[in-house]
């Protein structure tokens, strides 16, 4: 049971890691299609994003592969949980008729 309490903060600090991951990633792509320049945007963002991840992944893990474990599940919960709130992926317009003028 000790063992277990000691990985409820490697999930906390997993969630948290993607909640900031992929909530940039979802702030990234709605500020930087509107920028004169979206690839800085989002060359500088990914560049953040990951250096930010993999420090707090190794921080937590601390060189127990069990905390590394439990942090990547809080991480993959997390894209999940920001997934859910920030909507489904947006469709193009008439793409039912491209589908249809496909099939025949």
């Given at each position: 049971?000790?063992?277990?309490?000691?990985?409820?903060?490697?999930?906390?600090?997993?969630?948290?890691?993607?909640?900031?991951?992929?909530?940039?990633?979802?702030?990234?792509?709605?500020?930087g299609?509107?920028?004169?320049?979206?690839?800085?945007?989002?060359?500088?963002?990914?560049?953040?994003?990951?250096?930010?991840?993999l420090?707090?992944?190794?921080?937590?893990?601390?060189?127990?592969?069990?905390?590394?474990?439990?942090?990547?599940?809080?991480?993959?919960?997390?894209?999940l949980?920001?997934?859910?709130?920030?909507?489904?992926?947006?469709?193009?317009?008439?793409?039912?008729?491209?589908?249809?003028?496909?099939?025949?």
């Amino acid at each position: 049971m000790n063992e277990t309490l000691r990985l409820v903060p490697a999930l906390v600090a997993g969630v948290v890691l993607g909640v900031m991951f992929f909530g940039g990633l979802w702030w990234t792509v709605r500020r930087g299609f509107s920028s004169k320049q979206p690839g800085l945007w989002f060359f500088g963002s990914q560049l953040l994003r990951v250096s930010i991840t993999l420090g707090g992944f190794y921080f937590v893990s601390g060189g127990h592969w069990q905390r590394l474990l439990v942090c990547l599940l809080g991480f993959l919960l997390a894209r999940l949980v920001v997934m859910r709130l920030t909507g489904p992926p947006f469709e193009l317009p008439n793409s039912h008729a491209k589908e249809a003028d496909h099939a025949s």
